[in-house]
């Protein structure tokens, strides 16, 4: 079955980096995009970014630009996000989710469990 | 700039009531709108696809619909499950895409 397995919750400093996995499983990993989506507080969904496993192609949130990087690891079937200059908020759960589409994008049939990350001095 | 705008923000709601949510956006975005629910603490569940396509394994109890740019997510009777926050997404002007404001359904 399709899984996709995030990495465990994370407590940084304002300034900081964090860098969140996302497994994927149970499904031909270079077939359909990997999006990833954060969720503050008691707020709504806020799309990142997304990247193309086969071949790498990223694309990011424009208010993002310059601070988050969006790499896979094909052979391991891993997708990572990686946010520098933390600030406070910043502070949110983040999701990984894989596309519906193969070669479009029309929704996000599977998401990852969520991880936390929590900006603090 | 573009701007989907979802509504109502809350709704209440009784067992066996029919519902609709809408978000309209404000330039064509074709078919290209997903509509998800969400339960406290879990992630998003795709409900429908490109306007009305029911996702596999989504009750038959929940439809979607289109009229130019204004869409429409419909219960036709609540279930006690089904009280939780729904979302739409555009995804015609992706990158990037955008999320509505979401629609808390509470039971009254």
């Known amino acids: 079955q399709v899984r996709l397995v995030q990495s465990g919750a994370e407590v940084k400093k304002p300034g900081a980096s964090v860098k969140v996995s996302c497994k994927a499983s149970?499904?031909?990993?270079?077939?359909?995009?990997i999006h990833w989506v954060r969720q503050a507080p008691g707020q709504g969904l806020e799309w990142l970014g997304s990247i193309n496993p086969s071949g790498g192609a990223t694309f990011y949130a424009q208010r993002l630009q310059g601070r988050v990087t969006m790499t896979r690891e094909t052979p391991t079937t891993t997708v990572y996000m990686e946010l520098s200059s933390l600030r406070s908020d910043d502070t949110a759960i983040y999701y990984c989710?894989?596309?519906?589409?193969?070669?479009?994008?029309?929704?996000?049939?599977?998401w990852g469990q969520g991880t936390l990350v929590t900006v603090s001095p | 700039d573009f701007q989907l705008t979802q509504s109502p923000s809350f709704l209440s709601a009784s067992v066996g009531d029919r519902v609709t949510i809408t978000c309209r956006a404000s330039?064509?975005?074709?078919?290209?709108l997903a509509w998800y629910q969400q339960k406290p603490g879990k992630a998003p569940n795709l409900l429908i696809y490109?306007?009305?396509t029911l996702q596999s394994g989504v009750p038959s109890r929940f439809s979607g619909s289109r009229s130019g740019t204004e869409f429409t997510l419909t219960i036709s009777s609540l279930q006690p499950e089904d009280f939780a926050t729904y979302f739409c997404?555009?995804?015609?002007?992706?990158?990037?895409?955008?999320f509505g404001q979401g629609t808390r359904l509470e039971i009254k």
């Open positions: 149970g499904y031909p990993f270079a077939t359909n995009y």
């Open positions: 989710a894989k596309d519906l589409g193969v070669g479009v994008n029309v929704g996000y049939d599977y």
């Open positions: 490109t306007a009305s």
């Open positions: 997404q555009q995804l015609n002007t992706y990158p990037p895409t955008t």
């Open positions: 330039q064509g975005i074709g078919n290209y």
